[in-house]
T-cell receptor, first 119, second 113 residues
């Protein structure tokens, strides 16, 4: 069964350092999501891509976070510089269809996540 | 603002007992509704979803959920809990176009033998 791949699974870094996470969605899935899950809370959307375009990054702290999906396939989420409050699980998800208007909702499939600890 | 509330942070049940996890939503229109399960250190697995139609939906692992529009609720149930059901459960809601999910805070389920 196809799965969403993420790496690394665990990352420990010191504050002010740069970190990057990688996500490979299920083949053929046009929509890719990055969520952040703080311990004890539900996931919160950071950024959503439709192919290579960003369709929602309203909750992305753009002063330190960036995300790209250059060829509309895999994606990288970067934090620079990392802060203590960035410690969380970063989840990637993909779905086969999405858009900015109308359309049918399709199930989001989640990867195993990257657990980030900032010291 | 759109929101999903799970009133119970932690629930403990005995193996074989019935289970009900509560979920309430606040949305402009009836959203698409989901229940996910997350084992420690893992990603999220979809248990079931409601889009429209029959308000009682069946999912995997013997779970079911009932949509009640009048109560803005989508509670998850299982008639007999197994020790392997111990995990954290998230209720989520999505709009009709963007596909963004809004999650509740989660309910941790502990199962006693």
């Amino acid at each position: 069964e196809a799965e969403v791949a993420q790496s690394p699974r665990y990352k420990i870094t010191e504050k002010s350092q740069a970190v990057a996470f990688w996500c490979d969605p299920i083949s053929g899935h046009a929509t890719l999501y990055w969520y952040r899950q703080i311990l004890g809370q539900g996931p919160e959307l950071l950024v959503q891509f439709q192919d290579e375009s960003v369709v929602d990054d309203s909750q992305l702290p753009k002063d330190r976070f960036s995300a790209e999906r250059l060829k509309g396939v895999d994606s990288t989420l970067k934090i620079q510089p990392a802060e203590l409050g960035d410690s969380a699980m970063y989840l990637c998800a993909s779905s086969s269809q999405g858009g900015t208007s109308g359309g049918t909702y399709n199930e989001q499939f989640f990867g195993p996540g990257t657990r980030l600890t900032v010291l | 603002a759109q929101s999903v509330t799970q009133p119970d942070i932690h629930i403990t049940v005995s193996e074989g007992a019935s289970l009900e996890l509560r979920c309430n939503y606040s949305y402009g229109a009836t959203p698409y509704l989901f229940w996910y399960v997350q084992s420690p250190g893992q990603g999220l697995q979809l248990l079931l979803k409601y889009f429209s139609g029959d308000t009682l939906v069946q999912g995997i692992k013997g779970f079911e959920a009932e949509f009640k529009r009048s109560q803005s609720s989508f509670n998850l149930r299982k008639p007999s809990v197994h020790w392997s059901d111990a995990a954290e459960y998230f209720c989520a809601a999505g709009g009709t176009s963007y596909g963004k999910l809004t999650f509740g805070q989660g309910t941790i389920l502990t199962v006693h033998p």
